[in-house]
């Protein structure tokens, strides 16, 4: 089985531009999450969609959204940047079935992202 | 306010003995418990879980313990190798919210 990709792998965008991520789940698997990686805070919680709905959403702020697909794939826009939302941005996806299955998430390689 | 804490930021062990990677957790409502493994410029590669009903869990040379009262998970590697090297999280996640929160990991070396 193939894994979860993630495109593009790095991005350079300017302050105040936008930018769309892009991430294919596992074949079979229905829920996506998104995480931010940064040295300080560590991998934090974006956003899980499953079945095209948005299930829960982290303590981000609205310039960060969201959206999926019907085939499951995923993809995550930021407006406005800011400096500080240069991070790895990791996409993982599950059966999201229930159980552990639903938290037991298989990741992406990551975009790296730097906001100059 | 972390509800995840990994106190370890490093450990060294020779190739060949037992690695103790400790998680603390606040929150009893959490229902799994998970160990992911991270190599630089990869994302987290997931090694195993345990649900709150089990207090071990075990898949190869990986073993996975919880201890609900004192809200305090632990991976054993035996015998740890050197491509075992590597930035281990532990994650939590339960109560319906489709979320895993994780610590802030551990950077495990295994010497030769």
């Known amino acids: 089985k193939a894994g979860v990709t993630q495109t593009p792998r790095y991005l350079i965008k300017t302050r105040g531009q936008q930018v769309t991520l892009s991430c294919s789940p596992i074949?079979?698997?229905?829920?996506v999450s998104w995480y931010q990686q940064t040295p300080g805070q560590g991998l934090q919680f974006l956003f899980e969609?499953?079945?095209?709905?948005?299930?829960n959403k982290g303590n981000f702020p609205g310039r960060f959204s969201g959206r999926q697909f019907s085939n499951s794939r995923s993809e995550m826009n930021v407006s406005t940047l800011e400096l500080g939302d240069s991070a790895l941005y990791l996409c993982a996806s599950s059966s999201g079935t229930g159980g552990v299955r639903t938290y037991e998430q298989y990741f992406g390689p990551g975009t790296r992202l730097t906001v100059t | 306010d972390q509800q995840v804490k990994q106190n370890s930021p490093s450990l060294s062990v020779q190739e060949g003995r037992i690695s103790i990677l400790n998680c603390d957790y606040t929150?009893?409502?959490?229902?799994?418990f998970l160990w992911y493994k991270k190599y630089p410029a990869e994302g987290p590669t997931f090694l195993i879980s345990?649900?709150?009903?089990?207090d071990k869990n075990e898949d190869g040379r990986f073993t996975v313990f919880l201890n609900k009262s004192a809200k305090h998970l632990s991976l054993h590697i035996v015998p740890s190798q050197p491509g075992d090297s590597a930035v281990y999280f532990c994650?939590?996640?339960?109560?319906?919210?489709?979320?895993?929160?994780f610590g802030k990991g551990t950077l495990l070396t295994v010497n030769p």
């Open positions: 929150n009893s409502m959490f229902d799994y």
């Open positions: 969609y499953f079945s095209e709905t948005q299930r």
């Open positions: 994650a939590v996640g339960g109560g319906s919210n489709y979320k895993l929160t």
């Open positions: 074949s079979g698997h229905r829920s």
């Open positions: 345990i649900s709150s009903i089990k």
